[in-house]
């Protein structure tokens, strides 16, 4: 079963909009982390914000975790075209054996 | 070789035959993972290795089999390929950090079709 479900789905935006994109998941967690997925392409890892930690950047990119509600954001800010991927979340349980995979958010930003 | 690198890039399988999905990498991570990815349900883990010469079980092993003789390669082999094994297959490695997940590093993937 997925631990990390994304929503939306898919999201369609123009450039030089934010994008956001939630995760939420059901058990206690170490970590959680977000990839990006290019079309026919491997994961790539973007950014881990641990359990103790509220919000995170990375450049464009900005995490957000609430523990309290087991949910956490990633927000792109000035979307590019080059932007466009899939994007999932992953926790890392207590417990687990490695990484939990959500089902991924399709980011379409359109020029 | 920089990273990690899975053959073939993809493979037409007839259902009944053998198939080993190579997987190897070059930053000397002790933990390698198989995952499979199906439209709609995101990664599904296989198997995975926390260090050479141990294996273990993910979600869905059943009808696959992996080895770990060394650090550097992680083959995953389906004995006897049946068509619900169509998938794109993903190899990943990372520090095996016990219950600090840490961040993963994935191939290109493998896409596999099983007639």
Redesign the interface.
Request: glycine share 24%; no cysteine; hydrophobic share 40%.
């Given at each position: 079963s997925q631990q990390g479900e994304e929503d939306p789905q898919a999201l369609s935006i123009q450039e030089g909009e934010n994008a956001t994109m939630n995760c939420s998941y059901k058990t206690s967690i170490n970590n959680l982390q977000w990839y990006r997925q290019n079309s026919g392409r491997g994961l790539v890892h973007l950014i881990l914000i641990r359990s103790n930690e509220r919000e995170k950047h990375s450049g464009r990119l900005r995490v957000t975790l609430d523990t309290s509600k087991k949910s956490s954001s990633l927000l792109i800010t000035a979307s590019r075209a080059a932007d466009t991927a899939s994007y999932f979340c992953a926790t890392g349980n207590t417990g687990r054996r490695a990484l939990t995979f959500g089902s991924g958010t399709r980011l379409q930003v359109q020029p | 070789i920089a990273g990690?690198t899975q053959a073939p890039t993809s493979q037409i399988l007839a259902a009944g035959r053998r198939m080993t999905l190579r997987c190897t990498q070059d930053m000397r991570h002790n933990?390698m993972?198989w995952?499979r990815q199906d439209l709609?349900?995101?990664?599904?883990?296989i198997h995975?290795s926390n260090t050479a010469g141990t294996t273990?079980k993910?979600e869905v092993p059943d009808g696959y089999s992996v080895s770990r003789a060394n650090t550097d390669d992680f083959p995953l082999t389906l004995a006897s390929a049946v068509p619900s094994q169509t998938s794109v297959y993903?190899c990943?490695s990372s520090e095996f950090g016990g219950?600090?997940?840490n961040?993963?590093?994935?191939?290109?993937?493998t896409r596999l079709t099983v007639l």
């Open positions: - | 990690i933990a993972y995952y709609g349900l995101g990664l599904r883990l995975y273990g993910g993903f990943a219950e600090a997940y961040e993963q590093f994935f191939g290109p993937g």
